[in-house]
């Protein structure tokens, strides 16, 4: 148990459907960050959250929205889904620099049909 | 902007031969280098990392990498692997956001798959 959790660990849904990941950080843990991997794409960073703020924002679609609230666990929502949206999307948090770096969860399995 | 290149999409090594999986890194800024494994179907674990002090830093499993500040480099390496060894490994740079508060984004390469045959 690597202290980062997400669920579900599995989702299958249907095209132009809308679905919500969620991400517990580390304990003590403030930055969460949100990645999807595919076979085309590889690892992409899509957005960070630090302490509830926005902080950085990659290759996040206009249909992906993301949120940190106040205890800290994150939620990144997916809608209108298209077939080239299924991935595996994890969640890392991290600390402070200088110290143990990125912790990853176990990632969210998402298959559109 | 960062950059990471793994010049090798996949490594084909016989158990207890040694291994290098090569990594370079482009960025403008001081950085910090990571080596991540993922066994199939499995999320990705921490291999090593540079933060700073020594440039060589290991691993509890026998993995060391060496951070090249001239030549931008992370090599991962191991003088005998086990077919257990066997995974996708990948090397990430990331930087600190404005401020020093957290790490900046990781921005990760393609990934090296290490096949390790009997």
């Known amino acids: 148990d690597s202290g980062v959790t997400q669920t579900p660990k599995h989702l299958i849904t249907a095209t132009g459907q809308r679905v919500t990941l969620r991400c517990s950080p580390r304990?003590?843990?403030?930055?969460v960050y949100w990645y999807q991997q595919s076979l085309d794409q590889g690892l992409q960073f899509l957005i960070q959250y630090y302490n509830g703020e926005e902080r950085a924002k990659g290759n996040i679609l206009e249909r992906f929205s993301a949120q940190q609230f106040p205890d800290l666990h994150s939620e990144l929502n997916l809608s209108s889904l298209e077939l080239g949206d299924s991935a595996l999307y994890f969640c890392?948090?991290?600390?402070?620099?200088?110290?143990?770096?990125?912790?990853f969860g176990s990632g969210t399995r998402l298959t559109v049909v | 902007a960062q950059s990471v290149t793994q010049l090798d999409s996949q490594v084909p090594v016989f158990e207890e031969a040694p291994v290098e999986l090569r990594c370079n890194y482009s960025?403008?800024?001081?950085?910090?280098l990571f080596w991540y494994v993922q066994y199939p179907n499995q999320g990705l674990q921490l291999l090593l990392k540079?933060?700073?002090?020594?440039?060589l830093v290991e691993s509890i499993n026998g993995f060391e990498a060496e951070f090249n500040k001239s030549q931008t480099s992370f090599h991962l390496r191991k003088p005998s692997v086990h077919i257990s060894d066997t995974a996708e490994y990948f090397c990430a740079v990331s930087d600190q956001n404005a401020g020093g508060t957290s790490y900046g984004k990781l921005t990760f390469g393609q990934g090296t798959i290490l096949t390790v045959h009997p």
């Open positions: 540079y933060l700073s002090g020594s440039t």
């Open positions: 890392a948090s991290s600390d402070p620099p200088r110290r143990y770096g990125y912790t």
């Open positions: 304990s003590g843990d403030l930055s």
């Open positions: 960025s403008s800024v001081s950085v910090y």
